[in-house]
Nanobody, 124 residues
Framework: QVRLVESRGGLVQTGASLRLSCVASGRAFSIYAMAWFRQAPGKEREIVAA????????YYTDSVKGRFTISRDTAENTVYLQMNSPKPEDTAVYYC?????????????????WGQGTQVTVSS
């Protein structure tokens, strides 16, 4: 099975930047779409960003467009989420996810493998 391990999140202030990383095991990383989801207290898990197998198409939820960037490094089996200009409402547990297809989907049920999550807290 695929294992996904997220880097430690952290506490940041509004205006700072943070980069999350997720390292995947297995050779299939290079043909799987990847995504970042998040879940805030009392809220449902939601997609933040996704990237297709080749990295040439991406998806962002409206609330993070222009601020967050998803990318992948196939040589390192790693997907990143660059978080610029984070806001307090970005505070959540962030999860790395992958699915056994190369195309982007936005539903939780479409993803097959999940990391254990990392806490990101943004203070004002």
């Amino acid at each position: 099975q695929v294992r996904l391990v997220e880097s430690r999140g952290g506490l940041v202030q509004t205006g700072a930047s943070l980069r999350l990383s997720c390292v995947a095991s297995g050779r299939a990383f290079s043909i799987y779409a990847m995504a970042w989801f998040r879940q805030a207290p009392g809220k449902e898990r939601e997609i933040v960003a996704a990237i297709n197998w080749s990295g040439d198409t991406t998806y962002y939820t409206d609330s993070v467009k222009g601020r967050f960037t998803i990318s992948r490094d196939t040589a390192e089996n790693t997907v990143y989420l660059q978080m610029n200009s984070p806001k307090p409402e970005d505070t959540a547990v962030y999860y790395c996810a992958s699915r056994q297809y190369g195309t982007i989907k936005t539903f939780i049920s479409e993803y097959d493998y999940w990391g254990q999550g990392t806490q990101v807290t943004v203070s004002s």
